[in-house]
């Protein structure tokens, strides 16, 4: 009961002493509001970067043009032979007829060349569009749909996807160090905030030294103040976070200039993101504190 009668002091202790030197909270609010706001746009768009690629990735197939001579019994052998293929996530069969239709329902062009063929005139071939599970090895997986008999021809986008791939690995990569320097760099300009704010009271450390409070006395009412400091910094970010992206993902329809690059739904995403500034704001503090009393004051 004594401790926590003690804890339940140092944090009425500490939640007065930010308003009772609010000119040098402010400086650490503001602080930690302008660096988790740039934090906060670095996460959203690296987050939406990585989207786009997954969904980029997701969208590549490979197509598989069937010899016009292959029976039925061939087909089903093609696809008994691509349902066995590890790399394969999901294919499907699109007959001649089922293409044309496709077409001719597409484009009145289409319509007006495509109608009086028969059977037997159609060009158009048999094909099965193939989904990999793992897009760096989408080339493997073509030859050996290729090497397939009555595979007439394969394609999936050679040479510019694995570009694509090469592209998006060094997005993502990019996107990641971004994130983890920006919150490096928040937590030094924090710290020295707060740094500043707590050597302006070393008067009232000395006091508290001088009437016998040890040591953890003291630290633990500066380091609940940091905490308080992170949770107060971190409210307009994630207030500008959530509704911005909201209004963002509704007024473009939940996409951005075109229909392949869409946007991660809001829910539970903002959720996330707020979670993640307010875990910064409450740890940079804490540690900005912890820090500056034991560090900078040599406490």
């Given at each position: 009961m004594r401790v926590f009668r003690i804890l339940g002091r140092n944090i009425r202790d500490s939640f007065k002493s930010v308003f009772r030197n609010f000119s040098l909270s402010m400086a650490s609010i503001s602080s930690i509001t302008i660096t988790l706001l740039v934090v906060s746009i670095s996460i959203v768009l690296s987050y939406n970067?990585?989207?786009?690629a997954v969904l980029v990735e997701k969208d590549v197939t490979i197509v598989a043009f069937i010899e016009n001579e292959a029976t039925d019994e061939e087909l089903k052998q093609i696809e008994e032979q691509i349902n066995t293929l590890q790399n394969v996530e999901?294919?499907?069969f699109q007959s001649k007829e089922d293409i044309t239709n496709d077409m001719i329902k597409s484009?009145?062009?289409?319509?007006?060349?495509?109608e009086g063929w028969s059977l037997d005139e159609n060009p158009i071939q048999n094909t099965f569009l193939v989904?990999?599970?793992?897009?760096?090895?989408?080339?493997?997986?073509?030859t050996l749909i290729g090497e397939m008999e009555n595979v007439a021809v394969v394609k999936y986008g050679e040479g510019m996807v694995e570009q694509l791939v090469k592209v998006f690995e060094v997005v993502e990569k990019i996107s990641l160090?971004?994130?983890?320097?920006?919150?490096?760099?928040?937590?030094?300009?924090i710290s020295n905030t707060i740094k500043i704010t707590i050597f302006s009271r070393k008067t009232e450390i000395g006091i508290m030294r001088l009437v016998g409070a040890s040591n953890l006395n003291i630290k633990i009412p500066f380091i609940l103040e940091g905490l308080f400091l992170g949770i107060l910094g971190s409210i307009i970010p994630i207030i500008i976070t959530s509704y911005g992206y909201m209004a963002l993902f509704k007024n473009f329809n939940g996409q951005l200039f075109s229909p392949f690059i869409k946007l991660i739904d809001p829910s539970p995403f903002v959720y996330y993101v707020s979670g993640v500034l307010i875990l910064i704001g409450i740890f940079v503090g804490m540690i900005?504190?912890?820090?500056?009393?034991?560090?900078?004051?040599?406490?």
């Open positions: 970067v990585n989207n786009f999901s294919y499907e484009s009145d062009i289409f319509k007006n060349i495509m989904k990999v599970t793992d897009i760096e090895k989408i080339g493997d997986t073509a160090i971004m994130v983890a320097s920006l919150i490096l760099v928040t937590a030094f300009l900005g504190s912890w820090r500056a009393v034991r560090k900078h004051l040599k406490i």
